[in-house]
């Protein structure tokens, strides 16, 4: 059973910094693309940022400069640095990533979700 556990949301003020954190374990094969969406309430999930297995990185307009995705293979984590919070990044973030499981077919995998929360 292939689990993405995440941690490190919470409660911050507007220009604070939080880390968060995503761990995949399980009966892994190979794990390719990582990634973290968000979904602020009455919205759709956005992507915020995506990594590959190389370290190369893709990032929405509105996180550029201000957050950093990076991972260690070793480990099946990915992080998701984010600095100069702002309120309107106040969401619940979502980890994903692409994995092909022993006994079972390649697909994205979702973790249960982290508040974060950033006052003005």
């Known amino acids: 059973q292939v689990q993405l556990v995440e941690s490190g949301g919470g409660l911050v003020q507007a220009g604070g910094s939080l880390r968060l954190s995503c761990a995949a374990s399980?009966?892994?094969?190979?794990?390719?693309?990582m990634g973290w969406y968000r979904q602020a309430p009455g919205k759709q999930r956005e992507l915020v940022a995506t990594?590959?297995?190389?370290?190369?990185?893709k990032y929405a307009d509105s996180v550029k400069g201000r957050f950093t995705i990076s991972r260690d293979n070793v480990e099946n984590t990915v992080y998701l640095q984010m600095n100069s919070l702002k309120p309107e990044d106040t969401a619940v973030y979502y980890c994903?990533?692409?994995?092909?499981?022993?006994?079972?077919?390649?697909?994205?995998?979702w973790g249960q979700g982290t508040q974060v929360t950033v006052s003005s």
């Open positions: 990594i590959t297995t190389g370290g190369s990185t």
């Open positions: 399980g009966s892994i094969l190979s794990l390719d693309d």
């Open positions: 994903n990533a692409d994995i092909l499981p022993l006994y079972n077919m390649r697909k994205g995998y």
